[in-house]
């Protein structure tokens, strides 16, 4: 298929690379030119803009940071709706806010393009591996088109529900993470500070109920001290201010998410912002004053 991409930061580089793999014909486009120029020597066509990425491509996807970037390189002048062709679906897969998605939606729908919003989760690795979760919103004929694509990014594609969903399942996602790597963060804390070696009770508690993805990948990263995002801190704590306003709006309270994001705010503050989300153990270290990291 011809496939527009706009965005291509971490996720988006190797979910790029997936699909040119997978036999498609790549349109690519950042407001970064180095990082059209690196996927050009992969194999895509360097596009000029958003809009002459849309309009080389059947179908359009965006991997940006938040949703005013994705209302911008979208909705925006020169945007990818101004190039999309007649019968063309885009597909958000960044993680927004879901009424930012269905603003978006509801634009494309009445420019007579269809729209998705497919956020995803798995992280860098995943997306190298093309095995990321995919959590779609939208209508099943436009899902049902965009599947094989997904096929070549993702393990799984789910369709939630109506144009949001993708964002709503998102946004659970992100609270189960970052309450569990808080949660991870004080039990390796505690551990190291009782003199035990935090690999060994990595080791010792990750085939029991404790046991989950986040803790393997996120451990390794918090006893090595290798805090290179992956997942940056500013983008979850952007995921988990979004979970707030619509927990507000839903009249939901969500005590750990608030303190998580509270956490969050602070390393941003801290200079952190880029670091992965894993760093969130080294507000909990230096309240210990003791760093969870393997003995020298
Ligand atoms: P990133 O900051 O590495 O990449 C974003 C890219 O978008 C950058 O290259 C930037 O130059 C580009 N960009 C910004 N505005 C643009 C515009 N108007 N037009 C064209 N390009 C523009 O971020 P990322 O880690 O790749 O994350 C992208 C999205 O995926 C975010 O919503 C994030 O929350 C989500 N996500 C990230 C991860 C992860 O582990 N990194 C995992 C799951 C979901």
Request: with cysteine; charged share 15%.
């Amino acid at each position: 298929m011809k496939v527009g991409f706009v965005g291509l930061g971490i996720m988006g580089k190797p979910m790029c690379r997936n699909l040119i793999k997978a036999g498609h014909h790549l349109s690519v486009y950042d407001i970064v030119p180095e990082a059209v120029e690196e996927m050009a020597r992969a194999g895509a066509t360097a596009a000029a803009g958003a809009q002459a990425a849309a309009a080389a491509s059947e179908i359009t996807i965006t991997m940006l940071p938040d949703g005013p970037d994705v209302e911008a390189a979208v909705l925006g002048p020169g945007g990818v709706l101004a190039g999309a062709t007649p019968g063309a679906v885009i597909v958000d897969m960044s993680s927004i806010s879901p009424l930012a998605a269905q603003k978006v939606g509801a634009a494309c729908q009445k420019a007579g393009v269809q729209f998705l919003d497919a956020p995803v989760s798995g992280g860098e690795p995943k997306a190298v591996d093309g095995t990321l979760a995919i959590m779609v919103g939208g209508e099943k004929s436009a899902f049902d088109r965009v599947l094989p694509l997904f096929q070549s990014m993702g393990s799984s594609a789910i369709l939630t529900g109506a144009v949001g969903a993708g964002n709503v399942t998102k946004l659970a996602n992100q609270i189960m993470v970052a309450c569990n790597i808080a949660a991870m963060g004080e039990a390796l804390v505690l551990a190291t500070k009782a003199g035990l070696d935090p690999e060994v009770v990595f080791n010792a508690v990750k085939g029991g109920l404790a046991g989950s993805a986040v803790l393997n990948a996120k451990a390794p990263m918090v006893i090595s001290g290798n805090f290179k995002p992956g997942f940056r801190i500013r983008l979850h704590q952007k995921d988990l201010r979004n979970a707030l306003l619509a927990a507000e709006s839903l009249k939901v309270a969500l005590p750990f998410t608030s303190l998580v994001q509270q956490m969050l705010v602070s390393l941003m503050n801290h200079g952190h912002g880029d670091l992965d989300h894993s760093a969130i153990v080294t507000l909990i270290e230096d309240m210990a004053q003791t760093a969870a990291r393997k003995p020298a």
